[in-house]
């Protein structure tokens, strides 16, 4: 071979490294929106966490990146560097925005080196305080220039004594706006629901003072604080100015959930009596979760995270295991608490498997817990009524045998049945009276108000006097959303209601909530022409001031119409209603932002497109 020859070969071989590790530029272009950066990356694991942008930059184009193919990298020392090549086709979008969606990042450094030489750098993680992002928003995000037509080279360096989970994300402004509203509406159920289920039991626990009801409210309210932290919320909304404590919530809370957790089996599963070597083992581990969530204060939190995450793998086997024993010995609830825990537990062992980087990060694992926890709640709250149904089965069984033996045991059994049932009565009375109200408004609901409405008709017809009708619009809402947003025009139907309220309450008003942006109120002892004169200070009122909606004020006018009921004529709500939707619909008509009363001259029903 030829001296030149091997000097070929040579520089071939010396860039083949650089070729298979090097990914092509990342182009975004008219067909991009929201693009995942995953296979796209290269990467590189720094064990000293002390590399700087230089030498990344060295090593990275020497070829020692390699393709990054996981987003879940598991527990790891020292930093890692991650590197893309972008270039912007879109003139129009010059600005992009980089999301790491993973909230417990430490320090998030990202590095733009640009065709001129300059270099611009951003820093974000939760160890830097939640005002220093870019957007307020429960992930790590950046804004990137990206000049048009121009290459541009990012690199990414993650340092975190938490789990490393790197999937990152570009998103035009529009569509990251779309994206997280999305999200944000899913959380909101999902919280919402555990909401629910938290203050259900805590009713219950309050009137019955059975100590399940307790623990399983501790296991609620702590694990729902661990996936408030998980997805950023907790960051965002309940400790922004403490990164601190925004790294030890995770193992705290953990612990804490794991204490309710254990606890609450042992109860439900009724351990001391059907398996006495089983509750102590529960009882030694909650001691262990409570020395841990003492212990978090002071721990290193790479080791105190590591600790709770694998600690949960113990805990969900050992709860499975117990459930499992007393199914087995004929336990009929513990049927359905195996099933109920089953989900979530399915669930905490994906996100600890995550954690460790033992399963992709995929939409099933991510979210498998928010999946299994929603299915336990359902299975659970069954598996409490079932088990409060075996006991008063069981509590009818020991009364017929004690017929024969001991009749004052059985009034004895007897009387303490009927309390916990008066018990549980009282606690659905509660309920349902929580229930006759609106949740947005605080007003009547409609069911409710036809109840009442029986009454204030019965009287009217009785003692002769006046029943009047108001039917209230709220004018042009659509707009009020679409130019505001949803959450705004549900603070615009608050502030309105509010308004009715305070508006009526001299007048022994009924009002209510009809659906959407309409209200019903009944005026006892009121004519048409007074109504007229108190629907005119409900407009006033309205007009007085505007609503302060989300840091903007919103201008709020609304049409009613009025009718004066018959009771003779009119012995059902519903012809009422018609008359007073007559009104309302001249009103709306005629230009809005005033008041009509119904006439037979009034436009009808079926006339409307």
């Known amino acids: 071979m030829s001296t030149a020859a091997a000097l070929c070969l040579a520089w071939l071989l010396c860039l083949l490294p650089a070729v298979a590790s090097s990914r092509p530029a990342l182009v975004l272009d008219d067909a991009a929106a929201s693009l995942p950066l995953t296979p796209h990356l290269t990467h590189l694991h720094d064990p000293s966490g002390e590399l700087g942008l230089d030498e990344a930059t060295q090593l990275q184009r020497s070829g020692r990146f390699t393709p990054l193919h996981t987003t879940a990298l598991g527990f790891r020392d020292g930093a890692y560097w991650f590197h893309a090549s972008l270039l912007n086709r879109r003139a129009d979008e010059p600005r992009w925005l980089l999301v790491q969606r993973y909230a417990l990042s430490d320090h998030v450094d990202v590095h733009l080196r640009f065709s001129d030489g300059r270099v611009a750098h951003y820093a974000s993680g939760d160890a830097h305080p939640f005002g220093a992002r ?25 340092k975190s004594t938490s789990s490393m989970q790197v999937p990152f994300w570009l998103h035009t402004p529009v569509a990251f706006a779309e994206s997280s509203r999305d999200a944000q509406f899913g959380i909101g159920i999902y919280y919402g629901m555990l909401l629910a289920l938290l203050f259900y039991n805590l009713v219950l626990w309050l009137n019955l003072r059975d100590a399940t009801y307790f623990w399983y409210l501790l296991h609620i309210g702590a694990f729902g604080l661990v996936l408030f932290t998980l997805n950023g919320l907790g960051f965002e909304y309940l400790w922004p100015h403490s990164p601190a404590f925004a790294q030890l919530a995770v193992p ?17 599963l009724d351990l001391r009596k059907r398996w006495p070597a089983g509750d102590r083992a529960g009882a030694w581990l909650i001691a262990f979760f409570i020395a841990l969530a003492i212990a978090t204060f002071w721990l290193p939190i790479s080791i105190s995270t590591q600790l709770a995450s694998a600690a949960v793998f113990l805990s969900t086997a050992w709860i499975a295991v117990a459930g499992t ?35 992709p990060k995929t939409f099933v694992t991510e979210y498998g817990v928010q999946i299994g926890s929603a299915l336990e709640m359902l299975l659970l709250s069954i598996a409490i009524g079932y088990r409060y149904s075996a006991l008063r089965s069981d509590n009818e069984r020991i009364v017929r045998e004690a017929k024969m033996h001991l009749e004052h045991k059985v009034e004895l059994r007897t009387t303490e049945l009927r309390q916990a049932l008066e018990q549980l009565g009282d606690a659905h009375a509660r309920l349902r009276e929580t229930s006759q109200r609106d949740a947005l408004t605080g007003l009547h609901t409609r069911g409710h108000f036809r109840e009442l409405y029986e009454g204030l008709l019965t009287r009217a017809r009785t003692d002769g006097s006046p029943l009047t009708l108001l039917m209230i619009d709220v004018d042009h809402f659509k707009r009020i959303n679409d130019d505001y947003g949803h959450l705004a025009g549900d603070e615009c139907l608050r502030w309105t209601a509010h308004c009715i309220g305070q508006t009526l309450r001299p007048h022994a008003a009924v009002p209510a909530r009809f659906g959407g942006e309409e209200f019903i109120v009944a005026l006892p002892g009121l004519n048409a022409q007074r109504a007229v004169e108190v629907a005119d200070e409900v407009l006033a009122k309205l007009r007085a001031r505007p609503c302060p909606a989300h840091g903007q004020d919103v201008g709020i006018t609304a049409s009613i119409g009025v009718h004066e009921v018959d009771p003779e004529r009119e012995p059902r709500l519903e012809l009422a209603l018609r008359h007073a939707d007559d009104a309302l619909y ?3 008509h005629e230009g809005r932002d005033r008041v009509c009363v119904s006439t037979p001259s009034a436009r009808p029903p079926s006339d409307r497109l």
Not at 139 to 146: A, C, G, M, R, V
Not at 340 to 356: E, P
């Open 134 to 158: 870019s957007v307020p928003y429960r992930h790590p995000n950046f804004w990137l220039e990206l000049p048009p037509d121009t290459p541009v080279d990012l690199y990414i360096r993650v």
């Open 252 to 268: 705290l809370f953990i612990s804490l959930g794991q204490v309710g957790m254990q606890q609450f089996a042992r109860v439900f």
């Open 325 to 359: 024993r007393v199914a087995l010995q004929g336990y009929k609830p513990a049927r359905l608490f195996v099933l109920a825990w089953a989900m979530l537990l399915l669930g905490i062992v994906m996100f600890a498997a995550i954690a460790f980087g033992m399963l």
């Open 586 to 588: 001249c009103a709306k």
